[in-house]
């Protein structure tokens, strides 16, 4: 049997963050809303209690039964998580004098106490919190302080309950690998026996148990994780798998081309369609960001199924849906960040069961699931690329001539990294066509054309980054070589912002 740890999420931004770092313990885990616990799993060894955006004692907030794990299971609560529980078991919680926020240091600790083993001294934590303990419960026993938190972390005497008022999870917290690692692999128990080699041998089983003769169609993107789930499924079944690759017009330059023969190299029976032309008339003159993703998504739906239609057989449509794509789309607060592509888009009426093999895996282990299983390196580390294209790169209307300028500029920015060697050092790039025009000079004539921005980040998984910082004479080549080589932009800019506040893409 799999174990798991169970991860219940209060609503906080790191949340998925805890998860990946469970799973570079190679450790199966779950990332479950705050109340759906499942009851009588055998399967799960430790429970962690994320942060949240609430105060514990606002009316608001969000509130679980401790009864429903305490005592039952190994249990961390991390900043509210941890609040929640003194809070709830008979301690104070209350406003801090002021937000504390950023580096602290571990003034002491008990290094006795598990979760601690192996840690240095004044070890570098990270906190994020408006409120603080003021007082633990009876029975219960600070482990760790700093110089302005004194109940930085504290253990339920006598059970197997902590809670910490840091994140663990988070980069800047030196050791929050090591404390994750004393919890879920010195406390939980954790074999450790989750691994890229054993999902797919597990998965290629379960595919065929599951699919059996039935005949699956895949939607292909062109990114990592539709390939990877392609060679998967076709692991497993063969020629029972038919790929439908839509080109809507706005992918980078040449792509369309490119991403075909590469799928032809892997042996998957594809189908190329080109239905651009229906994409550019429906997004004429729509300007909304959230619209261009609700019309790319409704007309991708269309011309799939139109397609699928055709192959009057098929059982089951299989998404390459990972995990952080169905966490997102399902956020507890009810806000949506973005609309997700292949998320929640199956029409009714085309009868088909839905099969999504990667769907508890976060990007990283896409690529490492990838490599194990041959993949050729530059389709494994492809950077992301939204799904509805370069459509949320052109601020403002879609024209075929707006798309034709931003291919140019985007093939020689993304051209020039790999010439450079900088391109697997960025996590993703790509160019923003902006809706205004500037005065240039070009030769002895004035100019008044486009203005592009160029967007490099450094990232592990998205849900923060920050600009690269490229070279100073890469970044005068590139654009030399887009203003001196695509028709109709005389200026070229380099967005500096890190993610939050901002975003990776523009919309």
């Known amino acids: 049997m799999q174990q798991k740890i169970i991860i219940l999420d209060f609503g906080s931004q790191t949340t998925q963050l805890i998860g990946r770092r469970v799973r570079e313990l190679d450790t199966f885990c779950e990332i479950l809303p705050y109340n759906k616990f499942p009851k009588d799993d055998p399967s799960v060894i430790g429970v962690i209690l994320s942060g949240s955006p609430f105060s514990v004692y606002d009316t608001e ?9 305490r005592g039952k299971y190994p249990v961390l609560g991390i900043c509210y998580g941890a609040q929640f529980m003194s809070y709830t078991l008979g301690g104070n919680v209350e406003p801090a004098g002021t937000r504390e926020y950023g580096r602290a240091n571990l003034a002491s600790f008990d290094k006795e106490n598990p979760l601690f083993r192996g840690f240095e001294e004044n070890s570098q934590v990270w906190m994020s919190h408006g409120d603080t303990i003021t007082k633990l419960p009876a029975n219960f026993k600070v482990i760790a302080s700093t110089d302005k938190v004194e109940n930085a972390a504290y253990q339920a005497e006598g059970e197997q309950l902590w809670g910490v008022q840091f994140h663990p999870e988070v980069f800047h917290s030196v050791q929050g690998t090591l404390l994750l690692e004393n919890f879920v692999v010195g406390i939980c128990g954790s074999r450790q026996d989750w691994s890229a080699a054993s999902f797919v041998d597990s998965t290629v089983a379960q595919l065929k148990e ?12 062109g990114g990592v994780d539709s390939s990877v789930a392609a060679v998967l499924l076709n692991k497993a079944i063969g020629s029972n798998l038919t790929c439908i690759f839509v080109d809507h017009g706005m992918l980078r330059k040449n792509e369309f081309r490119n991403v075909l023969h590469d799928y032809e190299c892997l042996g ?4 190329g369609v080109d239905a651009s032309e229906k994409f550019f008339k429906d997004l004429e003159g729509v300007t909304d960001p959230e619209q261009k993703r609700k019309i790319i998504g409704r007309d991708f739906v269309e011309v799939f199924d139109a397609e699928a239609r055709k192959i009057t057989d098929a059982r089951w449509l299989a998404q390459g849906t990972i995990y952080p794509d169905r966490i997102e789309s399902l956020n507890i607060t009810g806000k949506t960040i973005k609309s997700h592509h292949n998320v929640g888009g199956l029409p009714e009426e085309m009868n088909l069961r839905l099969c999504e093999p ?6 990283d282990e896409v690529r490492r699931v990838g490599r194990q299983m041959g993949m050729p390196e530059h389709l494994i580390t492809r950077h992301p690329f939204p799904g509805p294209g370069l459509a949320v790169r052109i601020l403002g209307d879609i024209t075929p001539e707006k798309v034709r300028v931003l291919q140019d500029a985007d093939d020689i920015f993304i051209q020039g990294l790999r010439d450079w060697g900088l391109y697997d050092q960025v996590w993703q790039a790509g160019v923003i066509l ?7 000079v070009m030769g002895d004539e004035r100019t008044y054309e486009r203005a592009v921005a160029l ?18 004479d890469f970044m005068a080549k590139v654009s030399n070589d887009i203003i001196n080589k695509v028709k109709g932009v005389n200026r070229v800019c ?6 939050p506040p ?6």
């Open 61 to 69: 907030a969000f509130k679980i039964d401790l009864s429903e794990i």
């Open 434 to 440: 902006l809706p205004v025009k500037s005065v240039g």
């Open 210 to 221: 599951q699919l059996g003769n039935d005949r699956v169609i895949l939607g292909l993107s």
């Open 268 to 271: 998957l029976n594809v189908i």
């Open 502 to 507: 901002s975003t990776i893409e523009w919309e």
């Open 455 to 472: 967007r490099a980040v450094t990232s592990t998984d998205a849900m923060t980054a920050d600009w690269a910082h490229l070279p100073y």
């Open 358 to 363: 990667l769907q508890w895996l976060f990007k």
């Open 494 to 499: 380099y967005d500096i912002s890190s993610k």
